[in-house]
């Protein structure tokens, strides 16, 4: 149910978005917005990144990279919920939720992109 709020809250936000100033938010609902945008560009240069290594890969290591990606983004989901449960309920929420969201996101296109640069006979790169 609360993942059914959040997804709601944020088509909400994103609906309203294209009106905020990110530079200036002052609300709640602002920063809520500017927090989710924020996540969204740096989910994007993960899947950039992803798509790269993913090209970069066997067909049976595609498999396991793609297997890896799916029960990380299942992780990140799950603990970011964990870890705005303090606020749960409240107009922080969101913020804090994205927040972590981007923050793991961010953390997670570093790992793939130093796998998607290793130097040769770098034998610990997939």
């Not at 905020?20 to 989710?36: F, H, P, R, W, Y």
Request: charged share 20%; proline share 2%; with cysteine.
């Amino acid at each position: 149910m609360r993942l059914v709020l959040l997804t709601l809250l944020a088509l909400t936000s994103f609906a309203q978005a294209a009106e905020v100033d990110c530079k200036n938010a002052s609300t709640q609902m602002e920063l809520n917005i500017c927090a989710g945008q924020d996540f969204q560009r740096s989910d994007a240069l993960l899947n950039q990144a992803y798509k790269q290594k993913m090209a970069q890969l066997a067909p049976e290591q595609q498999t396991k990279f793609k297997a890896a990606q799916r029960s990380w983004i299942a992780y990140r989901d799950k603990d970011c919920d964990f870890m705005s449960s303090g606020v749960e309920g409240g107009s922080v929420q969101p913020m804090i939720y994205s927040g972590c969201l981007q923050q793991k996101t961010e953390q997670r296109t570093k790992e793939i992109n130093a796998i998607l640069h290793c130097e040769e006979g770098d034998l610990s790169c997939p």
